[in-house]
């Protein structure tokens, strides 16, 4: 049996583009409204809802368990020698967490 839930929040960065694989400690915890089942295997989709910024939002989500996630904005990287500052402005983020 499947179970889903689903949730908005407000998220901006105050912080450059993270380049570092695992450094999540410029990401926001997002808890669930109720635990999936310990053992659960989560998938997380997240969506932007607004359009505050001037640069695109790129989001990234990590450390998905059955009680929550990391997530943070992370403006895209145009090329490896042009990039985006990584400051964003208050951004409303829509998501959805299923089991699979």
């Known amino acids: 049996m499947s179970m889903t839930q689903s949730g908005t929040l407000q998220l901006d960065s105050k912080n450059p583009v993270e380049e570092t694989g695992g450094n999540t400690k410029t990401f926001t915890q997002v ?51 042009v990039k985006s500052d990584g400051y964003h402005a208050t951004e409303t983020v829509g998501w959805m967490a299923t089991t699979v």
Do not use: C, M, W
């Open 31 to 81: 808890t669930f409204p109720t635990p999936f089942p310990q053992g659960s295997q989560v998938v997380v989709i997240p969506f932007v809802q607004t359009f505050n910024g001037p640069y695109t939002p790129g989001i990234r989500i990590a450390d998905v368990t059955h009680q929550g996630f990391k997530i943070r904005l992370n403006e895209v990287l145009v090329t490896a020698s």
